[in-house]
């Protein structure tokens, strides 16, 4: 294994039984993120980026599949080995409200994991050090004694990421951590995350459905759709010429000041989970879709340097065309 | 299309509420027109006003101590009427035959017993006073106009059964069921996916296209602006900072809260830190005196900016801005050196 690479995910899966058969809500996901990266996990709503969250951290089982992190197990990781891993990784939630203890004064949320892994001899030093990460999100000392109620969604959020990075983890796990908040509130948030990575090193995984949010912070990004990879590729590269006709319907959509979306880029409904279309799960809403969609197999392969697809008819990113299976050499 | 011909005038809608016995301005003398065939965006973040005005035009602003002041003057075939000074009852005409109005989540505002086909008809009986047979067929003429696909199958769906685009759609085939001047639509497509928020961003411009009907579309996000509407009021702190056509106020915005949402929109190229305009909108009983925005204005002036609140100006033909300094403010830069 590379020592550059702090995660692997190889073959992940995670299956969720409910009433009327079973949600794949993660299907045979393999990617990798290097130290100090960020990538970003994007894709519509129930497309599987939260459980792929949940089970990176093992919060959840999987099903089947493989999480190494930083050369350890965590799928084999026991109950020892696991709290010394969950140390090194934090997660920061879309509604931090939910996340925040409402009883505890500010200090104690922030305080009580220092000291449940011995970290910092007295309350004193917790305090300084919870002091400490306040001033890096912008806070004065004097909200160790406030209560999460008297503070805004902004300001709640910062909290939630000091809360996070408490500890001094490797990696963060940010489920939506922007999505609720208002845009000159989202860049003061994306601000103070993009400077704390810098300044702390971190590696990230950044969940959002805001393509403008994602080219703004995250280095590589993994699309997602009804549990299944649909692109992997650098940020920059896929917004210019995107590898998969998902990933182009996406930026299509997305509402931005300096142009209006055509309607023709937007067909369909989302399929229902339970049932998802075989073979290529996107082929119910694509433009380039043809009969061997309905069979394609949905490994990815790589059709330029660092541009993983799993669209059968991409020759190169931006080109759908192609006859279907017609690969090119790597 | 009927161009000019308003259909809504609101002329200095003020909105006070009580609270702890004293009467707190909430909406500061909003003031706008929305012509027939024409979509007018309210924009801002949250705790703006937005829609305590929508709120307020309808009525609906419930019994807990709100006053209103101002005009709301709606054109009417029968002639024009002032929306706030008609009794609930004569509201209540209005809101089902001319005025119709939805919001973000549907599912707050359909009967989860009720098949949405059963919904639709009894929407269409109380306006139109017809018997079920017209109803059937008129529900099916609305849910052919929404796109529903499968018309047949969903109609029979409940509610649950739907997903939050088409229940958006019900809701929609509601709302015309009246064939309304005027929709107010307030952050409708905000909890959809990109996807589904396109689509019915679309149905929206088309329908409002169609019917010429006026419509009224409250978001938070400037880009769905973009995608709407071709006028836009940009509300801070219960005032209209800016209004004016949605290009213009986009290219060449005169105001610095409007110039600050702009910039804090992220453009890509990782990295690169964001502006962020700082602070966030005062809550009701907090707000500052003078101009409502100084407090995170970097262009405010003690005296200036803090004594009074500043008067709309017009800067271009039906583009004004409440701003004291808006000749000594540089040109607008998206992306200023600062930042790059
Ligand atoms: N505990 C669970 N039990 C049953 N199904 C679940 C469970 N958790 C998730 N799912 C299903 O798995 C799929 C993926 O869900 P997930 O929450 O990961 O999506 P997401 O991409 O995070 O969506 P969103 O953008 O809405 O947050 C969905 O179909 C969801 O309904
Ligand atoms: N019934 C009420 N009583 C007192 N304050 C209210 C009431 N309803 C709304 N407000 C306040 O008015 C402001 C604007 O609210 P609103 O119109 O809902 O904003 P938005 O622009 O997010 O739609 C907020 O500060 C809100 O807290
Ligand atoms: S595999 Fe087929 S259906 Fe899927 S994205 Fe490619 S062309 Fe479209
Ligand atoms: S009036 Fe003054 S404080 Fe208000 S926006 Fe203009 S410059 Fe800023
Ligand atoms: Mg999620
Ligand atoms: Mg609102």
């Known amino acids: 294994m590379s020592r550059d690479l702090l995660v692997e995910i190889d073959g992940l899966n995670k299956h969720f039984p409910v009433r009327g058969g079973t949600v794949k809500a993660v299907q045979d996901v393999s990617f990798a993120i290097h130290r100090g990266e960020t990538v970003g996990l994007v894709g519509e709503s129930g497309s599987g980026k939260s459980t792929l969250g949940r089970l990176l951290l093992r919060l959840i089982e999987p099903t089947s599949g493989e999480i190494t992190f930083d050369g350890q197990s965590v799928s084999g990781a026991r109950a020892r080995e696991l709290r010394a891993l969950r140390r090194r990784m934090q997660m920061i939630f879309q509604d931090p409200y939910a996340s925040l203890n409402r009883y505890f004064t500010i200090e104690r949320t922030l305080t009580e994991p220092l000291h449940l892994h011995g970290i910092g001899r007295n309350a004193d030093e917790r305090r300084r050090i919870a002091a400490e990460m306040l001033e890096k999100v912008g806070f004065g000392p004097e909200v160790l004694q406030r209560y999460p109620a008297s503070f805004s969604g902004g300001q709640r959020q910062r909290i939630g990421i000091c809360r996070a990075l408490m500890l001094r983890p490797d990696l963060v796990v940010a489920d939506e951590p922007v999505s609720a908040l208002d845009v000159s509130v989202q860049a003061q948030v994306l601000n103070i995350l993009g400077d704390l990575r810098a300044e702390m090193n971190l590696t990230m995984l950044f969940i959002t459905h805001d393509l403008a949010v994602v080219r703004q912070i995250a280095h590589r990004v993994v699309v997602l759709y009804l549990g299944r990879v649909m692109e992997i590729g650098p940020v920059e590269a896929m917004f210019d010429c995107a590898a998969h006709p998902y990933t182009e319907t996406l930026v299509a959509a997305a509402p931005s000041i300096d142009h209006v979306i055509r309607p023709a880029e937007l067909v369909g409904e989302i399929p229902n989970p339970l049932s998802p279309p075989s073979g290529c799960p996107f082929r119910t809403r694509c433009a380039h879709a043809v009969s061997a969609c309905a069979s394609a197999d949905m490994s990815l392969r790589e059709i330029a340097p660092n541009r993983f697809t799993s669209c059968i008819r991409a020759a190169a990113p931006g080109a759908f065309g192609q006859a279907p299976g017609v690969q090119v050499p790597a | ?340």
């Open chain 2, 1 to 340: 299309m009927s161009e000019h011909e308003p259909v809504l005038s609101v002329q200095d809608l003020r909105v006070d509420f009580s609270i702890g016995g004293a009467f707190v301005p909430a909406l500061e003398g909003v003031s706008f027109d929305v012509a027939r065939g024409e979509t007018l965006a309210v924009v801002g973040e949250s705790g703006s006003g937005k829609t305590i005005t929508s709120l307020a035009l309808m009525n609906l602003l419930g019994a807990r101590g709100a006053r209103r002041q101002g005009r709301a003057i709606l054109h009417r075939a029968s002639g024009p009427v002032d929306l706030l000074a008609q009794s609930e009852r004569a509201m209540c005409d209005i809101r089902g035959a001319e005025i119709a109005m939805i919001f973000q989540e549907p599912m707050t505002s359909l009967n989860p017993v009720q098949t949405v086909g059963d919904q639709i008809c009894e929407a269409i009986i109380l306006h139109e006073k017809c018997k079920r047979k017209e109803a059937l067929e008129r529900a099916g003429d609305l849910v052919a106009l929404v796109r529903m696909p499968d018309p047949k199958r969903q109609l029979r769906a409940y509610p649950h059964q739907l997903s939050g685009g088409m229940r958006q759609r019900v809701m929609i085939a509601m709302a015309l069921s009246c064939s309304p001047r005027l929709l107010i639509a307030d952050e409708p497509t905000t909890a959809l996916d990109v996807t589904i928020q396109a689509q019915i961003l679309w149905l929206l411009r088309e329908l409002q296209e169609k019917l010429d009907m006026g419509m009224i579309f409250v978001t938070h996000d400037l880009g769905v602006v973009n995608q709407v509407a071709s006028r836009v009021c940009v509300m801070y702190s219960g005032q209209i900072v800016e209004q004016g056509p949605v290009r213009q106020v986009f290219d060449t915005p005169s105001h610095p809260y409007t110039r600050g949402l702009i910039r804090s929109i992220p453009r890509g190229r990782s990295a690169a830190r964001l502006y962020a305009l700082p602070g966030r909108v005062p809550p009701i009983a907090a707000r500052p005196r003078g101009c409502l925005f100084a407090p995170r204005c970097q262009h405010a002036l003690d005296g200036l900016c803090t004594t009074e609140r500043p008067a709309p100006v017009e800067v271009a033909p039906g583009h004004a801005a409440r701003c004291k300094r808006l000749d000594h403010l540089p040109a607008f830069e998206r992306a200023p050196a600062d930042v790059a």
